[in-house]
T-cell receptor, first 117, second 112 residues
C-alpha cells in the first residue's frame, strides 16, 4: 500500500514568496495532520482535519499560514508570504478514526524540507 | 490536558548495551500508547503500540509495557545495534481525540 505522499521533498525559495506544500493521505484514513519540526521547537502540530473539516488550527503560527483539504485525498499547507524563520521540515500524517479504530497510530510522510533564504 | 514526558537525551550507548528510555503520561480515560522512531531524513514511523493496561508491545527487539498504575510506557531493548541510532518518540492517543500527544523525542546514538 502507498503511504502518505508529500511533495515537494525539498523547497528552497526566497523570503516573501508563496510556498505550497502538498499531501496525499492514505486512502480510507479520515484524519489528516500537518506538523512542523525544527531543532529548536521539536515537533509541533499545526492543524488537523477530520473528514476534510479543520478541527483544530490552534497550532498555526500566524495568519501567513493556511491549510485546506478540498477532498479526502489531498491537502495543502500554504505560507504567504514566507519568512526565513519558517525554515523547517513539514510533515503530513494521516490516521483512521474513532470508535473501534481509535487506537490506530498516525502514518507520516517523509516530509518537505523547506528553506527560506 | 493530555501530556507525555520523555527521558531527556541525548543517549549514547555502545553496541550490545541495554537500552531504557523512560516515558510517563497524563491523560483522561484510557489512552492507547505508542512508540515511534525517526531515522535521519525520514518521517516518524510506528515502532510498537499497546492499547490497554498490562499490554506489551514489541517489535524489532524493542518492548514496552503499558503500566496504568505508574502511568508509564518505558521502551527497552536488550542489545542495541548501530542501526538503532535514531530519535524515539513516545505518544498517546486518547479515545475521544483524533490527534495524538507526542513527547519531545529522545535521540539515541549507538557506537560500534
Amino acid at each position: 500500500d502507498a503511504g502518505v505522499i508529500q511533495s515537494p521533498r525539498h523547497e528552497v525559495t526566497e523570503m516573501g514568496q508563496e510556498v505550497t506544500l502538498r499531501c496525499k493521505p492514505i486512502s480510507g484514513h479520515d484524519y489528516l495532520f500537518w506538523y512542523r519540526q525544527t531543532m529548536m521547537r521539536g515537533l509541533e502540530l499545526l492543524i488537523y482535519f477530520n473528514n476534510n473539516v479543520p478541527i483544530d488550527d490552534s497550532g498555526m503560527p500566524e495568519d501567513r499560514f493556511s491549510a485546506k483539504m478540498p477532498n479526502a485525498s489531498f491537502s495543502t499547507l500554504k505560507i504567504q508570504p514566507s519568512e526565513p524563520r519558517d525554515s523547517a521540515v513539514y510533515f503530513c500524517a494521516s490516521s483512521s478514526g474513532t470508535g473501534a479504530d481509535s487506537n490506530q497510530p498516525q502514518h507520516f510522510g517523509d516530509g518537505t524540507r523547506l528553506s527560506i533564504l | 490536558g493530555d501530556s507525555v514526558t520523555q527521558m531527556e537525551g541525548p543517549v549514547t550507548l555502545s553496541e550490545e548495551a541495554f537500552l531504557t528510555i523512560n516515558c510517563t503520561y497524563t491523560a483522561t480515560g484510557y489512552p492507547s500508547l505508542f512508540w515511534y522512531v525517526q531515522y535521519p531524513g525520514e518521517g516518524l514511523q510506528l515502532l510498537l503500540k499497546a492499547t490497554k493496561a498490562d499490554d506489551k508491545g514489541s517489535n524489532k527487539g524493542f518492548e514496552a509495557t503499558y503500566r496504568k498504575e505508574t502511568t508509564s510506557f518505558h521502551l527497552e531493548k536488550g542489545s542495541v545495534q548501530v542501526s538503532d541510532s535514531a530519535v524515539y518518540f513516545c505518544a498517546l492517543r486518547a479515545g475521544h481525540a483524533g490527534k495524538s500527544t507526542f513527547g519531545d523525542g529522545t535521540t539515541l546514538t549507538v557506537k560500534p
